[in-house]
């Protein structure tokens, strides 16, 4: 039997369901009980691409109720599924730089790090919100639960008090190749303005954002009726939200290669559906492509560890990406070019699409034969 690391025996210890696979139909449906660390409702969810990079739970606050304050030592991101409410911030040293700001559902922002917080929900309807943390890390690292949730250090760089602190920043610039927007608060992700990003597929637009001082960072993706990405691989610990639009990702390992179905390994191809709350976690090295089947345009919030677009550039993800995820297999990178892809892909996907009764909106492609 393979032994626990520290943040998993942890979760094991907090008491509340713990959801496995590779992706979640929908977090907002997920069984969550009382939690007693939190005073909410919670449940934790560990798929299969996570790795031990990230941490993810579902928490929910009661009508006419509050979260018990707390801090720790991992990064936190925080996305607003259902209802509500506000969030006060203080520093270590008291109360009086207290920070206080509104959200509602579609509401993104980071917790500043070791931080007091916590989540109030002042209406007659309960609020529920996605976390995702760095906590496995840090608890693999430290194996000191005292430490991490009761340090008294002031991250000044990272949160000084200043009211201003969550008020949405319009400040956006490039960076590694994507537009970044540095804004510790989104008002709200469905809408939010996305740039384009065609390298990454036909009428893919794609923001990375930056919260926090964070390095664990993320960003918005949306692209058209009937249309997809192109394949990509990297680190694992990316998580997959899906806002808007249904549809499937394709996962496979490399080993099976960039045709897995023209080299007879189509069983190892994992599919995943989804739709508006769907969770999706690539492993790390897999290949995996997102393909839109409904009737609007589908926006995905993607949550990762800082790469070549971040701010503060993660070493890992630096080092296993290498060229990155918007160069093509040829030049280097890790993209699978539509030329190259495996012709089954796109059988399948008008196949798909004539059955949802959708057209079919890719640009004619003439295939490599190499």
């Not at 909410?40 to 798929?47: H, N, P, S, V």
């Not at 299969?48 to 739970?57: D, H, N």
């Not at 943390?133 to 693999?140: I, L, N, R």
Request: net charge neutral.
């Amino acid at each position: 039997m393979a032994r626990e690391t520290t943040y998993e025996s942890w979760v094991k210890q907090e008491g509340i369901p713990v959801v496995e696979g590779y992706g979640v139909e929908d977090v907002r449906r997920i069984s969550r009980q009382p939690w007693a660390r939190t005073g909410g409702k919670g449940a934790f969810i560990q798929l299969k691409g996570m790795e031990g990079f990230t941490g993810m739970y579902v928490g929910e606050v009661l009508p006419g109720g509050a979260l018990n304050p707390e801090r720790h030592l991992y990064e936190e991101l925080i996305y607003i599924l259902e209802g509500v409410g506000s969030t006060e911030v203080w520093p270590n040293g008291g109360s009086k730089k207290k920070v206080q700001f509104e959200w509602q559902a579609g509401s993104l922002f980071a917790v500043p790090l070791n931080s007091w917080h916590r989540l109030i929900n002042g209406s007659r309807e309960r609020a529920v919100y996605l976390a995702v943390t760095s906590a496995p890390v840090m608890m693999d690292l430290l194996h000191d639960g005292e430490f991490i949730f009761g340090c008294d250090y002031d991250f000044d760089q990272r949160f000084d008090g200043r009211p201003d602190y969550f008020v949405t920043s319009s400040s956006r610039s490039e960076r590694g190749g994507f537009m970044v927007w540095d804004s510790n608060f989104i008002a709200d992700a469905r809408s939010a303005l996305v740039d384009p990003a065609e390298g990454k597929g036909s009428g893919v637009r794609i923001t990375s954002f930056d919260m926090g001082g964070s390095t664990l960072v993320g960003h918005l993706a949306e692209w058209p009726v009937g249309r997809y990405h192109k394949a990509h691989h990297h680190t694992g610990g990316a998580i997959l939200l899906i806002l808007h639009s249904q549809g499937y990702t394709l996962m496979w390992p490399q080993e099976a290669g960039m045709r897995p179905y023209n080299g007879k390994k189509g069983k190892q191809v994992i599919r995943v559906d989804w739709r508006e709350g769907s969770v999706v976690s690539p492993p790390t090295g897999w290949l995996h492509q997102h393909f839109n089947t409904g009737r609007e345009q589908a926006r995905q919030l993607a949550f990762r560890y800082s790469g070549q677009s971040g701010k503060y550039l993660l070493g890992i993800a630096k080092s296993l990406n290498k060229e990155g995820v918007r160069t093509g297999t040829r030049e280097g990178g890790t993209l699978i070019e539509y030329e190259d892809e495996d012709p089954q892909i796109r059988r399948d996907y008008e196949a798909a699409v004539k059955r949802a009764g959708i057209p079919m909106q890719m640009p004619d492609v003439i295939y490599n034969k190499d």
